[in-house]
């Protein structure tokens, strides 16, 4: 009886389980004694072991298609052809094959696994023995050998070996319900799967590399899917990304980079390069910093050799909101240079404004050196410094709307303008009272203005000026005191002490009427002809007086001193050669006699603002003669 070979195949991956078991895939080449392929088998079947019951086996990987046993070159899901049968099914199994004369059956059962090689069948022997590949040996299937199975000469080496590129090498079969999972296992536990029920990819083992070595691009969810993409968990270890290149993170939508364990930091630096952070959304927030624990803070900080530079095209604008107890601050620990701080504009015409809504403004500088706090305006001729309060009204002591207070130290105002006005002090409001008050608690007030020539006192009131003092008022000059207008002074003492009163003088030649204004003034009568010297009206003399002092022997003619409209207002006494010659009830003229009045004699005259009080002194008995004219 002819002999018949069947070489078994059975093709499955030792190495690979799956997390939903698959049937293994069987193949049966049936040949000769001389390993040529009989193709005129007609009929094939399959039972499970040690029986004689059909097995349930299918025709394509995702079980989809249920083999007709007996299997024939025109059952239902054959896959008999040409002396060659495939399938898919368990790996124990007992089976009849015929080519219509001769059948080759199992006499005793073995499971067959996929590490059995080439089975050899002769006609009518009824055990089946193993068979085992050796090392470097090839297993090939497809049309043309389109796949090729190794087993390497390395220990527990399997590769799987395509004929032609960019072929592709499936688990499951696209569209059916029947896909399978993709397993490998590292040491006892699982490695890697590839989970086709909730697709996924998962590594537990060892490290991860993917495009290790080649230049290839590695893409991760680079096509249309929606899903998400994670990276690490709350127990996993360091998250590392290190490149001889860039690193691009680009979002369609937000990037939101959080740390969640409490003493974590999100560090982002540059060892040699720049760090930049660029948005370019048209907002007011589009960069934004911000900590947001009730005590979190911000820090920009640089190298020693470094600065901060905050740059816009638009406005800078810095804001603390969050409670009462907010603060700004900008300071230099270490800066020790004369512009260790510096608020500066530079472009013409930017102003500097530093301005409190609510609150107060307070600038303090702590240095022990002159001009610790100095404002400079060095613009050119038309600049000025200016210190405005257009709203606080008060102006009582230690409240003013503007004051400028030294506690311990001395006020200067110093101008080296050689120019009138250099310090102006100007009340322009309208008030009845003290629109100008220069107050010492406990200290004199001192106006001097001694430094030269043109070193002028001038008090200019367009109503009256008053002096008063608690004290004495004292009045040192070295020139003489000129006081225009009619002089009032008051008090119990009126006048305790002058140091010098210099007198007025006036040199008369000719007629003369005399002003109330002129009070104090001494005339001396210096002509040898005769003219006379009219008083003011009485009524309006209150406190005046005068003296009259012959400076020229009258000689032919006499002086004269009358009233005014010849008013017989003239009372008193004068002292004549010795003897006191009185006014003849009131008079209203006083004569120094011709030929007897000598240089020397005089008269001096008060008034009440009732009479003229005279006093007089005269050489001659005649030579000087109260009377009436009328």
Known sequence: MKKLFLIFMAMLFSSIAFAQPRLPFHQVQIVDERGVTVTSITSVEIYAPDTTTNAVIY?????????????????????????????YGPDGYDFSITDGTNIATNADHRTR?????????????TAISSTTYSDAQTATWGTSGDWTQRGGNVNDQLSFTPLNDNANFIIGVSGTAKNSDFNVYVGTALGFEID??????TWDGGAVLLN????????????TSTGAITLGSSTSGNFVVDT????????????????????????????????IIDSGQSAANAVLITATASSGGVILSSGAGGSITLDSGDDIFLAADTGVGDVISFINTQGTAAGAFIIRTVAAGGDINIDSVLGRIEIEAEEDVA?????????????????????????????AS???????????????????????????????????VLETTDGRILLNADGGSNGDIELNSADDIVLTTAGKLTITNTEAVTISGALTVTGDTQLVSVTRIDTPIEIVAAANEIEITESGTVYILNDGTEFATTLPT????????????????????????????????IEGVVVVNGASVGADGPDDTITFTASAAVVGDWVELTSDGVLWYLSGHAVAATGIVPSKAD
């Open 59 to 87: 025709s394509d990987r995702g079980l989809n298609n249920t083999m007709t046993i007996p299997i024939t070159t025109g059952s239902t899901n054959t896959t008999l052809v040409a002396g060659v049968l495939s399938w």
């Open 113 to 125: 696994t996929a590490s059995e090689g080439t089975l050899v069948f002769p006609s009518y022997i």
């Open 196 to 201: 086709a029920g909730n697709p996924s990819l």
């Open 212 to 223: 290790d070595a080649s230049n290839f691009n590695v893409g991760i969810c680079t096509g």
């Open 244 to 275: 001889t290149t860039s690193v691009s993170i680009n979002a369609d939508d937000s990037v939101d980079i959080t740390t969640s364990e409490a003493a974590a930091t999100i560090d982002i630096d540059s060892a040699a390069g720049n760090v």
């Open 371 to 399: 001009n610790a706090l100095f404002l400079i305006a060095d613009g050119g001729t038309s600049s000025s410094i200016r210190v405005f309060n257009d709203t606080g009204i008060s102006a009582t002591d230690a409240s």
């Open 402 to 436: 503007i004051q400028i207070t030294s506690d311990l130290g001395g006020i200067e105002l110093l101008s080296s303008l050689a120019a009138a006005n250099q310090i102006r002090l100007n009340a322009a409001g309208t008030v009845a009272g003290d629109a100008v």
């Open 538 to 569: 009485v009524a309006s003399s209150a406190g005046v007086t005068y003296r009259f002092i012959v400076g020229v022997d009258p000689v032919g003619t006499a002086f004269t001193i009358v009233t005014d409209t010849l008013e017989d207002k």
